[in-house]
Nanobody, 121 residues
């Protein structure tokens, strides 16, 4: 199995910055895409950003120019640098990874437990 452990959430004032990290561990053969999603109260979970093992990146329009996603493939870790935070960025942020396990041909989707990000105005 795979565990995704997130860290870096917290409370910050509008205009501030936070960095989230997510480390994957377990019987991992390789990881294809890794990404971050968020879910605000009363809203559906939405993609924030994702990155493939080859470095192709996709951002939600609402975070372009403010957030940066990057990963360390050797450490099976993905990061989300969040700058110029706004109150509307407040949500629980979830890490996601498309993982191929050792000895398993088909990759599976895994989620972290979520980390709260709160941006005060």
């Amino acid at each position: 199995q795979v565990q995704l452990v997130e860290s870096g959430g917290g409370l910050v004032q509008a205009g501030g910055s936070l960095r989230l990290s997510c480390a994957a561990s377990g019987s991992i053969f390789n990881i294809n895409a890794m990404g971050w999603y968020r879910q605000a109260p009363g809203k559906q979970r939405e993609l924030v950003a994702d990155i493939t093992s080859g470095g192709r990146i996709n951002y939600a329009d609402s975070v372009k120019g403010r957030f940066t996603i990057f990963r360390d493939n050797a450490k099976n870790t993905v990061y989300l640098q969040m700058n110029s935070l706004k109150p509307e960025d407040t949500a629980v942020y979830y890490c996601n990874a498309d993982v191929r396990l050792v000895g398993v041909w088909v990759p599976s989707d895994y989620w972290g437990q979520g980390t709260q990000v709160t941006v005060s105005s």
